[in-house]
């Protein structure tokens, strides 16, 4: 029995193998296909209705989404030969469905039909919405092309879905392939005992001696942080900043036919730009708009930017005398000192007090005090890993609404970052009545015997994507496609960074900021070094981004092939926001996934960060106003932004909880830089 077969919230992870994966999604694919062929198929004198136009192209999709959500994430988080094999066997039929289905000329004339009818015309709410959507969604994917053409755009889907996920692998393999082994325990010099720890078991685990490092966050970030020997930061800073760039595993010609494919896309569509086109359904709605906003941000907070980096080479001189400058592998490891001379605070102190079993049962209690939402282990496992757990969440009524999964640690199955992931969302008439979603990270694991002892950055980072998960299950939306966290990509960073904010509350801390050994809070005279050293660098932090943002716009708004080659041309770009003059192999774009290893993704969208930053800044004002865990808000919040996904614009949700348009000074003030 294969479990991909029939769409279920009760995933039975534990007994899905590579092997039923292709099998699946080609039975879901030809009852997609059937479902497609029926409404371009109907009687042009029979009257078009929700349930056989709309409703069906719903139901249509249903199997085939459920099973490659699963088959896309088992490629994340479990990947093998056998899976990679398996999931780039679908990726051309389920792309070339969806591309044709998108430019389907009958099912487009049959909407447009329904829609002209005074059932059509009389919808109200999320179905009217669904509706106008479906209609712009259509045209802009081509659906009025001329047959040629869409032809090409097709055949661009198909190639766009083959290359970034080649990207994705490519940028995993390269992450696995590196590795540093240290024998000379002086060298370690600097390094805090937890990460020195972490990579003793590491080398344990190969069968060597010594200690082992890896590009992996948990491994890396400490170095680049704390290590006193310059030379090995360098080795590892240079070798993740030019991950993915050579031999079979080299992005670079991949990314510049990702650039250029988008770009022939978006004219045959009628835009300018992929910005344009990406962005004409979103909060920023061009491309122009978008980079003005991260263009502004950026001259607001470039006079500190500067100020930071002054400051920090002449902290080092006060150190060092002979010291002339600082390298990118300095700036880490140098800010660090410089943070504690300032503050007294290294963030270092903070882990003991953040094991993550007291953060996820702090976390869990936040979430039920804002939202009357109950978090329990479920008392049956079943999972892909043994270190991922399951739970059930419930609500009100004591019946579970949503399913969701924990997968915290690294492996060498698992790509890199952290990310929320929706399987299915609760809908009513559907298979689905409850909610499916997992939130996986690359968080520093368990070692010593001891539990995992966090850093405040991956405490923050656990916050964020489970704010996304509470967002994809808290939905009430009764249209799928309209559902949980399927919302204009400025938008959709609001529930999850607004949840970042409850880690920096004494009142919030308390619940789960509780020191391993002794039990202990944080004491009072540390939360107040952390608070003072909150926007050490902030410009700095928020410039990094906007570089990102200001490269990633360009890419997809100016770029072009005649600009050569794009890992010197993004490298030039980022140049401005750089805290330093950055190397000549600097190619940091080549692992960007969040541009490059979904076939739109972050693409032309990386400003989001920022543009929800401001929203999120602004709506937390409102509970700091009537009490962090006040109910009410936490309702209201819930009710007019988790619950209502995609169902009404963006804008208009956000005045409904805040009772204004968003005002950007808030996100100021919180950074100090207002």
Sequence with gaps: MNPLITPTVSIPFSQIDASQIEPAVREHLAVAQAAVAAIESADPASDPTWENTLGALEKAGEGLEFAMAIAGHLESTMTSDAVRAAYAAVQEPVASFSSALAMNAKVYARVKAFAGT?????????????????????????????????????????????????????????????????????????????????????????????????????????????????????????????????????????????????AEKARLLGFATFADYILSDRMAKTGTRALAFVTDLAERVRPAFVREQEELLAYRKSVEPTATKLDPWDVGYWAEKQRKALYDFDEEVLRPYLPLPAVEAGLFAIVERLYGITVRRADAQNTWHESVVQYELFSGNN???????????????????????????????????????????????????????????????????????????????????????????????????????????????????????????????????MVKARNFRAASMVTRQLGFSTTDLLLHTSYTPADGDIVAWARKAMAPFATTPLPEDYAMIASFNHLFADAVGYAAAYYSYGWAEALDADAFSLFKERGIFDRATGEAFRTTILAKGDSEDPADLFRSFRGRDPNPAAMLARLGLG
């Design 118 to 262: 005074p059932a059509g015309q009389a919808l109200v709410g999320a179905q009217k919405r669904h509706l106008e959507k479906t209609l712009l969604a259509f045209r802009r994917d081509g659906a009025e092309l001329p047959p040629a053409e869409k032809e090409r755009v097709a055949a661009i889907d198909l190639e766009l879905a083959k290359t970034t996920l080649q990207f994705s692998q490519n940028v995993v393999d390269s992450t696995n392939a590196f590795s540093l082994s240290i024998s000379d325990e002086t060298k370690l010099a600097g390094l805090p005992d937890r990460a020195k720890e972490a990579a003793r078991e590491a080398a344990k685990a190969r069968g060597q001696e010594g200690w082992l490092f890896t590009l992996q966050a948990p491994s890396a970030g400490p170095v680049l942080s704390y290590l006193d020997d310059a030379s090995i930061r360098e080795t590892i800073w240079r070798a993740y900043n030019t991950r993915a760039t050579s031999a079979e595993r080299d992005n670079q010609p991949l990314m510049a036919s990702i650039v250029e494919l988008r």
């Design 399 to 529: 019946e579970p609404f949503a399913t969701v999964y924990t997968d915290w640690f690294p492996r060498a199955s698992k790509r890199d970052g952290a990310w929320m992931q929706g399987i299915t969302e609760r809908l009513p008439g559907s298979y689905a009545t409850r909610a499916v979603g997992l939130v996986a990270g690359n968080m520093t694991p368990p070692s010593a015997g001891k539990p995992a002892c966090l850093s405040f950055r991956e405490v923050q980072t656990i916050f964020h994507e489970f704010g996304h998960l509470l967002h994809h299950v808290c939905s009430e939306v009764p249209v799928r496609s309209l559902a949980g966290a399927r919302v204009a990509w400025d938008f959709v960073e609001l529930p999850s960074q607004i949840f970042e904010n409850w880690t920096w509350e004494r009142e919030a801390l308390a619940l789960f900021a509780r020191h391993v050994d002794t039990g202990e809070e944080i004491p009072a005279e540390l939360f107040e070094k």
